[in-house]
């Protein structure tokens, strides 16, 4: 496609689950001229490569409602968008080795009580009962709601494309945006791979790669890259499913059920940052002696193929939503740590309302830019 001079009213750069629900928001309000930007096609980076959790036991009051407003989303699935969901709610179960981790899982749960979160309170006997292929010799004991479960990212993100299409968004796929335009102290659009978009509102939901676009404009995102790698087994009966999805919070594996298989994953805490998303023989190797050691009878299965992500984590692994510094008109929802699946859809509603009104329906304050230019507060634990 030749270089070309357009307008739009809002440019929104990047096509995953934040760019796409914050689009077809906007859109609702029909009668904007948006422009939706991705480097790549619809929704294949962090949001196709996500394992698709949704849950609601977090520590922080505003992660649980942002859980607690897609699920409501989620309810009601198939009537907004006229396709089914591929929501499978089987449960998030949480265990604990450490007295602190399981401390810090007790406080957690007042929390969730608080706001109506269904979740219970497991001793190891009770965990080994329900679930008896784990090995709950070390632990602590664990937390479980049933509500929760994991969705394919995918279909998510394709119904908010279709409908943000139909709503009269451009989307421009294979466009990468090289810089956003400033001047005067406020954006004045994009230049992209395919000419420039003069736009006002400029709107960075750049997932892995929000920071850099952030720099074109001269503003520090303290969002960094880190690949996260995932495993899917052949066939495996050994463990009965419908399965939850578990963490083994102390090491940081986990795994779920994934077809007839077994999807399985874990975060190295001491690898430093990158865009590198292959997989590798070495952490395969840790995985598994994580898996066996939680749940011996995984030794029996097979890995089928397995694919490398990346989280997008900031220091205190909450999000940053809003405004990005002091440049007007530039807007953004970054940082996700690993929930971007599971909150694009509560959020993509909150940041078109907070640049249409100036006012958001749930409080952002705990999410806001500023906070990193002083002391941080206690943040989420990064898992799935």
Known sequence: MAQSERSADIAVVGGGILGLCTACYLAQAGSLKISLLEKDLLAQASTGLSVGGIRQQFSHPSNIRLSQMTLKLFSRFEETFGRPLDFHRVGYLFMAQKEQTWHSFLESVRTQQDLGVPVEILPPSEIRRRW??????????????????????????????????????????????????????????????????????????????????????????????????????????????????????????????????????????????????????????????????????????EILRGWGGLYAITPDENPIIGSLGELDGFFGAVGFSGHGFQHGPSVGRILSELILTGKTSIDLDPFSYTRFTGQAGPGEERTV
């Open 132 to 301: 008896p292929f784990l090995n709950t010799d070390d632990l602590q004991g664990g937390t479980y709601c049933a509500q929760d479960g994991h969705a394919d990212p995918y279909s998510v993100a394709m119904a908010f494309a279709e409908s943000a299409r139909m709503l009269g968004v451009s989307i421009e796929e294979n466009t990468r945006v090289l810089a956003v335009k400033t001047g005067s102290g406020r954006v004045q659009g994009v230049r992209t791979t395919r000419g420039t978009v003069a736009a006002p509102i400029v709107v960075n939901t750049a997932g892995a790669w929000a920071a850099e676009l952030a720099a074109t404009a001269g503003i520090e995102l303290p969002v960094m890259p880190f690949r996260r790698q995932v495993y899917v087994t052949r066939q495996f009966d050994a463990i009965p499913k419908p399965l939850p999805l578990i963490i083994d919070q102390d090491s940081l594996f986990y795994f779920r059920g994934e077809g007839r298989g077994i999807l399985m994953g874990m975060t190295d805490p001491k690898e430093p940052s990158s865009f590198h998303t292959h997989v590798d023989r070495d952490f395969l190797e840790s995985l598994i002696e994580a898996a066996h050691r939680r749940s011996p009878v995984l030794a029996q299965a």
